[in-house]
């Protein structure tokens, strides 16, 4: 799962966005399936941040609403501030 989510930051880092979406993705998978609530919600939103620079607003945009809860509810401020700071980048892009 570590390696997935790390891997997907390297390649977002290097500015190869589908691939960093790719491992987010599997990444989140990986958590959903341990149970792990609030990895699964960080990869969730860094994939959805991965699907915002790519030009996927819709995608990210329903990314980051499926996130928040859960960084909610782990108490993750960062994670919040995270999502709250991305998500009205989406919006008033998908609104150009």
């Known amino acids: 799962m570590q390696r997935s989510?790390?891997?997907?930051?390297?390649?977002?880092?290097?500015?190869?966005?589908?691939?960093a979406w790719n491992l987010l993705q599997g990444a989140a998978e990986?958590?959903?399936e341990a149970?792990?609530?609030?990895?699964?919600?960080?990869?969730?939103?860094?994939?959805?941040?991965?699907?915002?620079?790519r030009g996927d607003d819709?995608?990210?945009?329903?990314?980051?609403?499926?996130?928040l809860p859960k960084l909610r509810e782990s108490e993750d401020r960062g994670g919040q501030a995270f999502v709250l700071r991305s998500r009205p980048n989406a919006n008033r892009e998908a609104a150009i």
């Not at 989510?5 to 691939?19: E, K, M, N, S």
């Not at 149970?35 to 620079?53: E, I, K, L």
């Open 5 to 19: 989510f790390t891997d997907g930051f390297l390649h977002a880092d290097r500015q190869d966005y589908t691939g």
């Open 30 to 32: 990986l958590f959903r």
């Open 58 to 67: 819709k995608t990210a945009l329903r990314l980051y609403r499926e996130a």
């Open 35 to 53: 149970h792990d609530q609030h990895g699964w919600a960080n990869a969730t939103a860094f994939a959805a941040m991965s699907a915002r620079v």
